[in-house]
């Protein structure tokens, strides 16, 4: 099909408009053509949001990993499909070709074969981001055992919950990780884990920080002697298109965390026709994406999109800050990264350090730079088009979730004119509403509300594991027939969305609903301002008041913090309206972050509400102990 590289605006209307007026007949074509399937589908789409059920490709029998190596390599044999950048910058950087990738999945698929892994059977990977991360998930595949990865910054009880909550059968791990100037020990951590985790057989164990660490009898072993002797040809596993591939837990910002399942066939198609059209990928471009694997950006931006197309993906093991804040910098000018895709949390972070060390890299290999997992505010947005990007690379402002396994609101680059904050129009195949409360979907622009999909889409999740009531009860009950994603949007006057957060986390005040994004923006407009979070607290006669944790920047300088509040407010008053004032606003060195790094603002909600007795699962916390100094300096 000519149009998988989409690449003019008038071209992007087309075909979306074919997607939707046909979409079995559109995804039918692009899975036609660009796949490899051992036998074709009875049926490419059936589907009942009331149960929830849908099926994609229903009969078709496949193997993705034949699909992201095998079928390359008599074309891009010797192309580098991994380029993993170590920690250390001395150590040396890994070119794993297509070729090397093959021997070493099929290696890893006739090891965990031995070691009794079946096809259906769950695997927990636990691993730092090391080539043996990206290995094990495709090894997996290639066997269709499910895999399960837990990022490896998960600590032991959030790491058993997820083992149990799966059934996993199996560990992978490794001896240790490095973190910038840290070493972690993760196998310690694992073995805490598993005193609460009686369904595990074995644990495969790597090597890599060369630690002494203890290794229990009859249950953990060393990977490398036992891929050291295993076969390099692991015959690839016959799979049902709508077989499972993968469970991977959201990152659990709003709740305990929910083990969405992602089948085969769908999620192939879907995120390498996103992967191809959203980054331009070109033959011999090098795509870089920050996430860690742990993440669903890094299974399907890091290992299965990119693989798909055979394309060159790094892999960084290391921190934006080691050695120092020029790190991503000094990548993208070592390996000429072409696309680079990041989160708002680390562009902040990274502004925060001022430009010198930007300046000293060459970074004119950039064509396309990403960004995804929370709103980017305008501030953000121009440190990075302008910083990097140096105005010539379009900003794709991606909007999607671990249920949607694909990207599923972004520009196009060179083809979508971009705006600040802006995700844009939807991607090929995706079909938003707008729903107001009462259940109606809000037709024509300029509207605001809840942000469903209408639609099935190929890579959308199929069930929670062991869980299909949640799965039914948290995305398909809210709004009939509609996938309701729990963020709220607005549509502007060309069609274009904006995300403006969380519905959880909107804010009734005086009878008016303000979405946390845009006020936190405005609040973010203010220079001496480096990051913001609002929630509400009841208020006798708003109903509720505004109250804004705000986190100064580092200038040296102090301030009067009357006058910046003052200031504050009347930025929001000029950007939004004297309606979205903020009653209180507390200056503090930290905000509670994910380990993904987006706020939790359900624990401020409760500080800023006094009610600090019980503050829920605070597992995937990252920085635990600002939440207390918070609550002591709490206005
Ligand atoms: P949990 O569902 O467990 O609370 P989570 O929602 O943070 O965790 P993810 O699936 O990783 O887990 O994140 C998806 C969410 O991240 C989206 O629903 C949205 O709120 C936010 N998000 C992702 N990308 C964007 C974006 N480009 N713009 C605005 N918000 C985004
Ligand atoms: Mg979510």
Redesign the pocket.
């Known amino acids: 099909m000519s149009n998988y590289h989409i690449k003019h605006l008038e071209e992007y209307y087309q075909v979306y408009r074919k997607s939707i007026r046909e979409p079995e007949n559109f995804w039918e074509e692009v899975a036609e053509e660009h796949f490899l399937w051992r036998k074709k589908w009875e049926n490419v789409l059936s589907w009942d949001f009331s149960k929830p059920e849908v099926k994609w490709f229903e009969g078709a029998k496949l193997n993705i990993t034949e699909n992201c190596i095998d079928r390359h390599l008599t074309t891009r044999g010797d192309k580098t499909a991994i380029l993993f950048e170590p920690n250390n910058p001395n150590e040396p950087a890994e070119h794993i070709s297509y070729k090397e990738l093959s021997k070493r999945v099929n290696k890893f698929a006739n090891v965990l074969k031995d070691k009794g892994i079946e096809k259906g059977d769950r695997v927990c990977i636990y691993l730092p981001m090391i080539p043996e991360l990206a290995i094990s998930v495709l090894a997996c595949a290639r066997i269709g055992a499910i895999h399960s990865v837990v990022f490896a910054g998960f600590s032991s009880t959030a790491l058993s919950t997820r083992i149990n909550d799966s059934d996993c059968k199996m560990v992978i791990t490794s001896d240790g990780s490095y973190r910038g100037p840290k070493t972690i020990d993760l196998k310690g951590i694992v073995d805490d884990a598993l005193e609460d985790c009686p369904g595990v057989q074995s644990v495969l164990v790597a090597k890599r920080i060369h630690s002494n660490i203890s290794m229990t009898e009859g249950r953990d072993v060393w990977l490398q002697p036992l891929l050291d002797q295993a076969s390099d040809f692991c015959k690839a596993e016959i799979m049902d298109s709508e077989d499972p591939l993968f469970i991977l837990y959201?990152?659990g910002?709003?709740g305990k965390p929910k083990g969405m399942v992602h089948t085969i066939g769908g999620y192939m198609v879907y995120t390498a026709y996103t992967f191809k059209n959203v980054f331009q990928y070109r033959e011999h471009d090098v795509y870089w994406c920050t996430a860690d694997i742990g993440w669903i950006t890094g299974h399907s931006y890091i290992v299965y999109g990119p693989l798909a197309n055979g394309a060159t993906s790094l892999m960084f093991e290391g921190v934006p800050s080691y050695p120092d804040f020029g790190r991503f910098w000094d990548i993208v000018e070592k390996h000429k990264v072409n696309q680079f895709y990041t989160a708002p949390t680390a562009i902040r972070a990274l502004a925060k350090e001022g430009v010198d060390l930007i300046e000293k890299h060459n970074l004119s290999s950039l064509k396309v730079l990403g960004s995804v997992g929370e709103p980017i505010n305008e501030e953000a947005w121009h440190w990075y088009n302008d910083n990097i990007g140096k105005k010539n690379s379009p900003i794709v402002d991606t909007w999607w979730?671990?249920?949607t396994g694909g990207i599923m609101i972004t520009p196009i680059p060179f083809v979508t004119p971009t705006k600040p904050t802006y995700a844009t129009l939807p991607f090929i195949g995706i079909q938003p509403a707008l729903m107001d409360e009462q259940g109606n979907e809000l037709k024509g622009n300029q509207v605001e509300g809840r942000l469903c999909i209408k639609f099935p889409w190929p890579s959308m999740a199929r069930t929670i594991w062991g869980n299909h009531e949640r799965y039914r009860d948290t995305y398909f009950t809210a709004f009939e027939n509609k996938y309701f994603t729990?963020d709220g949007a607005l549509r502007d006057e060309v069609g274009y969305y904006r995300i403006t957060g969380r519905v959880d986390d909107v804010i009734i005040v005086s009878g008016h609903n303000l979405g946390s994004a845009p006020i936190e923006d405005a609040i973010n407009e203010h220079p001496a301002v480096s990051e913001s979070a609002i929630v509400g607290f009841p208020h006798d006669i708003k109903g509720n008041a505004l109250y804004g944790y705000v986190i100064l920047k580092d200038t040296g300088e102090s301030r009067d913090q009357n006058n910046l509040r003052k200031e504050i407010n009347q930025i929001i008053t000029e950007h939004i309206g004297p309606i979205a004032k903020l009653d209180k606003i507390q200056f503090t060195s930290g905000l509670p972050k994910t380990r993904s790094g987006k706020i939790m603002r359900r624990i401020l909600r409760k500080i800023a509400c006094n009610d600090t007795s019980n503050l829920g699962d605070t597992s995937t916390l990252l920085n635990p102990e600002v939440v207390q100094d918070i609550i002591d300096n709490a206005l």
């Open positions: 959201t990152s910002s709003t979730q671990t249920e729990g």
